[in-house]
């Protein structure tokens, strides 16, 4: 029998992650690939009970807070955006959700809007607050690679503005749907090739275009691997992003929110352009993010 | 009865087109989607048979030249490239491919590499050798809009180099496979959009995958709709290619071959930064290409 006092919940496009809280932090946790992708609306409550069923009594409700892809509109409930500037959580902002089981009090956090440019975020706004809570005061640029990777300038507690780029989007189609797939190897890794396409597109953007059929052509004619491939298209891409997002990161803290590995990839960038970026694991951030809500929500009264 | 002399053939990924050939030019026609995507290599004679049959006869022997991905390594039979600087067609290195139906004599057509950077063509050297045969003398450059758009310098009746980008292939996997794809209309075109999305990437190249991402944004809070919203894509894509591609059509005579829908796309673009091109059809360039590759093909000795 686990003690949670409440559970965290971050439930994306792909996946959905519980966390069961207790005093001390996480106490159990629990993933499945049960993501906004795959569920009809009425499937939410039971693929939640799944996961977190063992955590639950009966005669007691745990409250749930969910981030993600859950609350929008082809979610479980829509949670409407918040406007930027604001603090990227308000905890007299979330949507309660109804449930058939007593034991669960659901309550969705809404994303993040901007007017202009048109911008928009569904589970980073919770990364984000998780960063501002693990590294107090901190005033700068937050970037959040992934699918659809997000610069953020925050500042006194606030998301002042932010950017989405398809970075990782476009390399999952790219390196699995196009013609470059004939040449992308599953494993492997070739760290040279990463850094050349880097530096190819930071200095010379508007060549995309052709440095991706380049990579198709060396393939059949000058033997380039199938790790050199993919490494150099990682690069090409991810240098894009960075020319694109200069003017977020340029002379800025920079700290970066993700997964190790893609982290690391933009640490390394980053730094050979003279930044010197701070870790954080999207984990660590999520949670800290959820926690800080959590402790909004007993504050507010209702 | 058709009356054919020979019969030309474009190749392709996804389409086989049949031309049946007679004094006069074209005398009938036929296409299937007998592309090589679909084909294993016993398939390309019988789909070849299935779509000119009706012009064969008994006992005679009639010259069927092909050009396309029928020559590349996964295509019937492999036609290997010639590298550039070179005529775009060379009747002397042609490859024939043995076949059990005596009624036809199959000769497929050399692609062009270049070595630095590196880049292939497929099918493209063909309609170059075919605006060549139409407008005789042509100096400058030639772009080939599509999947993998080709830009080309020709000079003195060869092609001195060329550069692929992918932009047709973009377009195609951004507007039916990303998150994009839900605010995209199948119908509908919206002139101003285009124009927009062209001077944005011409202007800031560095910018496309923000600029990507600001579609799916503005679907969602800012009401851009579907036909807008393709019309910009379109414009993003071709303003990017033209960013890239601006060392190879800035102050030369240009000519555009392709489909007509996409290639006034192009001419509306270039002629939005200058340059004055001029139009032809893929179709009669092909017709064209071949026609001079079967007339050096009757005059090489064998």
Redesign the interface.
């Known amino acids: 029998m686990i003690p949670a006092g409440w559970i965290a919940v971050d439930w994306g496009t792909t996946h959905l992650r519980a966390y069961a809280m207790g005093p001390g932090g996480v106490c159990a946790e629990e993933t499945s690939t049960d993501g906004m992708a795959t569920l009809t609306r009425d499937g939410y409550e039971p693929a939640l009970l799944r996961l977190v069923g063992a955590w639950l009594a009966p005669g007691r409700t745990l409250p749930v807070f969910a981030c993600g892809m859950v609350g929008s509109r082809q979610g479980w409930h829509e949670a409407p ?1 918040r406007t930027v500037p604001c603090p990227p959580l308000d905890a007299a902002r979330l949507i309660a959700v109804p449930t058939r089981d007593s034991r669960i009090a659901v309550r969705l956090i809404p994303g993040l ?1 901007q ?1 202009q ?4 975020m569904r589970g980073e706004e919770t990364q984000i607050a998780g960063a501002l809570a693990l590294m107090p005061g901190f005033d700068g640029v937050l970037c959040l690679p992934g699918t ?2 997000k610069w953020v300038q925050v500042s006194a507690g606030e998301v002042i503005s932010f ?5 990782g ?2 390399f999952a ?2 390196s699995s ?3 470059l797939r004939h040449g992308m190897a599953a494993e492997g890794w070739d760290d040279a090739a990463f850094a050349a396409g880097l530096s190819e597109t930071l200095s010379r ?6 440095r ?3 990579l ?3 393939g ?3 033997g ?1 691997g199938a790790a050199a491939a993919k490494a150099r298209l990682s690069g090409l ?1 991810i240098g ?2 960075l ?4 003017a977020y990161w340029l002379g800025q803290p920079i700290a970066i929110i993700g997964a190790d590995r893609l982290s690391a990839l933009y640490a390394q960038a980053l730094t050979a352009q003279g930044a010197s970026p701070r870790l954080l694991s999207a984990r660590d951030a999520v949670i800290a993010g959820l926690t800080a809500l959590r402790r909004g929500a007993m504050e507010t009264p209702r």
Chains 1, 2 share one sequence.
């Open positions: 955006y809007k007017a440019p048109a911008d928009v659809h990777s950017q989405t780029f398809m970075t989007e476009l189609l790219l749907q196009s013609v953007p508007e060549r995309i275009g052709a991706l059929f380049a198709r052509a060396e059949l004619i000058a380039l891409l894009l992003e020319a694109g997002s200069r």
